[in-house]
């Protein structure tokens, strides 16, 4: 019998999971099972690994355990970040930019209405560069806002200067959160120097488990609870934590910065040669944002704007999904949407060109590569 043959190329959207991770998250399921928030000895064996867990975040990070807080995800803490700042600080302003993601878009969106201040989003060119100048004069305009700016687009892979940004909050009192869910576990992060109030990851994003996530909250900028109803997390999160979630997150945090430069190289590789067989082989593609610039955007993203097709219009990502292979037409948080990506549409992109985000990680092979690559071929003859 035949097997299709599969393959995933969507690792922008979530990762498989390590086996180290799954092996070292299964005890909490079988036998280390106690409620973290008991007081006996089943519940004080899971606090403790909970505890051990948060160390070790916090330590690769180089910050304090305590400014770690556990979550369901990225999407619950930028909310939490960017709702928090604003109730505690009382800022005036929120500055974003339209190809933020949703989890932050539709929050200040909504933080906005209901707290009656302003939202101004920056203007980015045809590549996605975001106005700096324009930054700087609304931190001037009014110096007590919330600044929220991602660190890596998950759609076109472009990477923002959190240094830079950071400086010019700091220089105008500004809260400055930032959405690092595509770069953590790929970058390495000093928090104990960069000047950001608020970074937040997500598992799923680097070969860990779905559902779990933690926001970080430097300690001289605490902000209030997020969920009510327990003394979870430090009183910052009420509810009964993700126990193994938050193990197979720290396991995965700790495999993924030290195997970092290796996963690196190995996928940087990769991205050259998917892009560079593109660029001989098929007359007229090109690449959304800064994602075909291996140096100033993420090594994991490839957007790719395919010449116009009558055959492949509105159908690419089927004819590639029969074809067995996985990839997004953008974020993969808004598949089967109707309406077109946010990022692409804030770029201008040409709506007649058919764009495909394909995204790879350390497991994925040139054999993968070679055969995606031939079916886009295909497709395109």
Not at 74 to 90: C, K, P, Q, R, V
Not at 135 to 160: A, D, K, R, W, Y
Not at 232 to 252: D, S
Not at 279 to 308: A, D, H, M, Q, W
Request: some cysteine; overall charge neutral.
């Amino acid at each position: 019998m035949e097997f299709k043959r599969t393959v995933y190329l969507d690792n922008a959207a979530t990762t498989a999971l390590d086996e180290r991770v799954l092996e070292a998250m299964l005890p909490f399921l079988r036998s280390t099972y106690g409620n973290p928030s008991s007081v006996h000895k089943h519940g004080r064996e899971v606090r403790v690994a909970i505890e051990k867990a948060r160390k070790t975040v916090a330590n690769i990070l180089l910050v304090s355990p305590g400014e770690i807080c556990f979550t369901s995800g990225g999407t619950e803490a930028d909310n939490m970040a960017i709702s928090g700042a604003l109730e505690t600080f009382g800022l005036k302003q929120i500055i974003s930019s339209p190809l933020e993601h949703h989890a932050v878009l539709h929050t200040a969106e909504k933080c906005s209405k209901r707290m009656g201040i302003p939202l101004k989003l920056l203007e980015v060119d045809s590549q996605g560069n975001l106005n700096m100048d324009q930054l700087s004069t609304f931190l001037q305009q009014t110096p007590h806002s919330l600044v929220s700016l991602m660190h890596g687009n998950n759609e076109i892979g472009n990477i923002s200067d959190l240094e830079k940004i950071g400086e010019l909050c700091r220089s105008h009192g500004a809260f400055f959160h930032s959405d690092t869910v595509q770069t953590m576990g790929h970058y390495a992060h000093n928090l104990n120097t960069l000047p950001v109030d608020a970074v937040v990851g997500a598992a799923h994003k680097f070969h860990g488990p779905k559902g779990v996530g933690f926001l970080f909250i430097r300690k001289d900028k605490k902000i209030r609870p997020f969920l009510h109803g327990g003394t979870q997390e430090r009183n910052m999160r009420g509810g009964t934590e993700n126990v193994y979630g938050i193990i197979g997150l720290a396991k995965a945090l700790e495999l993924a910065y030290q195997e970092m430069e290796a996963h690196e190289t190995h996928i940087k590789e990769i991205k050259r040669y998917f892009k560079n067989v593109l660029v001989k082989r098929l007359p007229g593609v090109i690449f959304n944002g800064l994602s075909g610039n291996l140096e100033s955007s993420l090594y994991t993203v490839l957007n790719v704007s395919f010449p116009p097709s009558e055959a492949n219009q509105g159908m690419l990502l089927f004819n590639l999904d029969l074809g067995g292979i996985s990839v997004s037409g953008g974020s993969a948080c808004s598949s089967g949407a109707t309406l077109g990506s946010h990022v692409l549409q804030a770029l201008g992109s040409d709506p007649n060109r058919e764009s495909v985000r394909f995204s790879f990680s350390r497991f994925t092979t040139k054999e993968e590569v070679d055969y995606t690559l031939a079916k886009v071929l295909e497709l395109y003859a």
